[in-house]
Each structure stands twice: as structure tokens, then as C-alpha cells.
């Protein structure tokens, strides 16, 4: 890439099992429409900084106008997007929905971060050595995190899963470990969840 990857609304971008995409410095993939992500075990797909940028941007879906479904994906060197009040993950989703399947984030500062967004999440690896939560979901009807491996860290209120006004959320099956910092949670339920 070399600039800003945008998928408009009404429009799909499909990325076959062994795509890697390189992103420049600071730059995002802004899904306005759908992402289909076909990787598989074997032949991932792939999203990392190009050989002149240190770190890249985020994968944000904003206001898409389909739910995008993203299977067998690596994304490393991640930051965030350019809105940080909404894209304020490596994966950030603003009025979207979408669902990971063996996702593997790594070093980043934060993997995931939701809002207003159905979410399913299953399968996934995340890991920061930053502060912050690992998956961070707000104000959703419905979210599911099961047989996730996150690893936390001695980092100060970095919970590994943190629902806030989610009200049908279901986590189940997920190994979360190294949460050591001070109001730090494994799983923190809180802010009005039902």
C-alpha cells in the first residue's frame, strides 16, 4: 500500500489465503463497506508495516454497511487509526459488525477496541506489553469472546476482557493469564452490562 487502503460502503474487498499486504507509516485500512479475509492455518493472511515504516496505522470498520468476516488473519505493528476516539486499537470498530476467527495480533499497543459493534471473536491471540485492555467492547447488543488466548501484563487497568454496556455478551472457554497490574481484571463486567 501506499497510502490509506478504503473500502467503500456497498462494497467488498475479499483477500485470499496467503495475501500479505505491507502498510506505510501511520496509514490505515478503513472498511466503510465489508472485508472477507479467507486465510487459512496453513497460509494466513497477513498485515504488517512495509520495510520503511516502523509501525502502520489500524484496521478500522466504520459505519460499514455489511458485516465483514475476517478468518486466519496476522496483524502485526499495529498502532491505531487516525480518530483515536473511535479507532483506538490495532482492530477498531465503530458502528460495525464483524467477527475474527485465529486472529493473531502481536506487537502492538492495543488489539481490539468496539463500539456500537456485534462482535464475535473466537479463536484469537492477542498480546500487548502496553497498557491498556486487550479487548475492549462498548455499548453492543451482542458480543462473543470464546477460546481466545490473551496474554496480559503487569501494566496499570489492563484488563484482558472489558465489557461495558453489553447487554447479551457471552465469554466462554478463554485462557487469560499475566494480568498483574493494579486494577487490573481478567474479565471486567462493569458500566451497566446485562
Not at 26 to 47: F, H, M, N, S, W
Not at 122 to 131: I, N, R
Not at 165 to 179: D, K, L, T, W
Amino acid at each position: 500500500a501506499t497510502d490509506d487502503i478504503i473500502v467503500d460502503s456497498n462494497t467488498t474487498l475479499t483477500l485470499k489465503n496467503g495475501v500479505e499486504i505491507r502498510m506505510p507509516e501511520k496509514a490505515c485500512i478503513i472498511v466503510y463497506g465489508r472485508l472477507i479475509v479467507e486465510g487459512t492455518e496453513e497460509d494466513p493472511v497477513t498485515i504488517a508495516p512495509n520495510e520503511y515504516a516502523v509501525n502502520w496505522g489500524a484496521l478500522c470498520f466504520v459505519n460499514a454497511t455489511d458485516s465483514s468476516v475476517i478468518s486466519n488473519l496476522i496483524i502485526s505493528g499495529a498502532t491505531r487509526g487516525h480518530d483515536f476516539d473511535r479507532d483506538k486499537a490495532a482492530i477498531s470498530g465503530y458502528n460495525a459488525d464483524f467477527s475474527l476467527r485465529n486472529v493473531t495480533v502481536k506487537n502492538i499497543k492495543a488489539p481490539l477496541f468496539a463500539k456500537y459493534c456485534n462482535v464475535i471473536i473466537s479463536g484469537c491471540t492477542f498480546h500487548t506489553d502496553g497498557a491498556g485492555d486487550l479487548i475492549n467492547i462498548k455499548c453492543t447488543g451482542s458480543a462473543v469472546v470464546e477460546h481466545c488466548d490473551l496474554l496480559g501484563n503487569g501494566n496499570f487497568d489492563s484488563d484482558g476482557i472489558d465489557y461495558d454496556q453489553v447487554s447479551n455478551g457471552i465469554i466462554r472457554n478463554n485462557r487469560i493469564y499475566n494480568i498483574y497490574g493494579y486494577n487490573s481484571d481478567a474479565i471486567d463486567l462493569g458500566e451497566g452490562c446485562r
